[in-house]
């Protein structure tokens, strides 16, 4: 098979995987950037939850979504931004609009809170900071931005943890920074009181010092 040949095939093959309703339906509700998991995917596409788990099989194979699992859970997501940017183009000539990502988590939890996995800290607050760096392979630009706000990397690359890692946030179904580059970050935020903490719950409550703070270094309103 020549290469135009080869072509043709993949793209029919993408585009079969897209044309059944209830796997586009999955696809296009994934758009918000927000990852779920495969019985919420089943209430979205309509159908059953072992339907749902065949479909999302058959997407992956496509290589149009991926999963993320975290616990017991399993989270699906788009494989990526050319995946997203396909859909788009499809939405533009179908002229359909998509409904948002609305959490049901309270709202003092979604802005910020402690996370069970490491220590650190998640929620809006900290889902953030993590579209503005790569934290497998941290860059140049991502180490001076963490050292500025006091983050020793050298020493927090040498303790015996993981030193950072996308840790999937429950409530904004974003990943926030997780390991030990997670964990300083909390620790900045407390001394710097840009959040504090809740005497009985993981909820942190952000000062008003710390919403002008991730406003002005993220351009994150809360």
């Given at each position: 098979?020549?290469?135009?040949?080869?072509?043709?095939?993949?793209?029919?093959?993408?585009?079969?995987?897209?044309?059944?309703?209830?796997?586009?339906?999955?696809?296009?509700?994934?758009?918000?950037?927000?990852?779920?998991?495969?019985?919420?995917?089943?209430?979205?596409?309509?159908?059953?939850?072992?339907?749902?788990?065949?479909?999302?099989?058959?997407?992956?194979?496509?290589?149009?979504?991926?999963?993320?699992v975290?616990?017991?859970?399993?989270?699906?997501?788009?494989?990526?931004?050319?995946?997203?940017?396909?859909?788009?183009?499809?939405?533009?000539?179908?002229?359909?609009?998509?409904?948002?990502?609305?959490?049901?988590?309270?709202?003092?939890?979604?802005?910020?809170?402690t996370?069970?996995?490491?220590?650190?800290?998640?929620?809006?607050?900290?889902?953030?900071p993590?579209?503005?760096?790569?934290?497998?392979?941290?860059?140049?630009?991502?180490?001076?931005?963490?050292?500025?706000l006091?983050?020793?990397?050298?020493?927090?690359?040498?303790?015996?943890?993981?030193?950072?890692?996308?840790?999937?946030?429950?409530?904004?179904?974003?990943?926030?920074?997780?390991?030990?580059?997670?964990?300083?970050?909390?620790?900045?935020?407390?001394?710097?009181?840009?959040?504090?903490?809740?005497?009985?719950?993981?909820?942190?409550?952000?000062?008003?010092?710390?919403?002008?703070?991730?406003?002005?270094?993220?351009?994150?309103?809360?």
């Amino acid at each position: 098979m020549n290469v135009e040949h080869h072509a043709d095939a993949a793209i029919s093959r993408i585009a079969a995987a897209i044309g059944e309703p209830a796997r586009a339906r999955i696809l296009y509700r994934l758009m918000d950037g927000h990852a779920r998991t495969s019985t919420e995917l089943s209430v979205v596409a309509e159908v059953s939850p072992s339907t749902a788990s065949a479909h999302l099989n058959r997407l992956m194979i496509a290589h149009l979504v991926k999963v993320l699992v975290q616990g017991k859970h399993r989270f699906y997501s788009l494989e990526g931004p050319d995946v997203a940017s396909a859909l788009e183009g499809l939405s533009v000539l179908a002229g359909g609009s998509r409904d948002k990502f609305v959490p049901s988590t309270p709202s003092r939890l979604r802005a910020a809170r402690t996370c069970y996995d490491h220590g650190g800290h998640s929620g809006r607050i900290a889902a953030r900071p993590l579209q503005s760096f790569t934290v497998a392979d941290l860059t140049s630009d991502g180490t001076k931005a963490f050292e500025a706000l006091g983050i020793d990397i050298q020493a927090t690359r040498m303790l015996r943890r993981r030193f950072a890692c996308a840790c999937l946030d429950w409530s904004e179904r974003r990943p926030h920074v997780g390991g030990a580059l997670g964990a300083a970050l909390l620790r900045v935020a407390l001394e710097r009181k840009w959040v504090v903490q809740d005497l009985d719950s993981r909820a942190l409550g952000v000062t008003s010092l710390g919403r002008r703070e991730t406003l002005t270094r993220f351009g994150l309103h809360l």
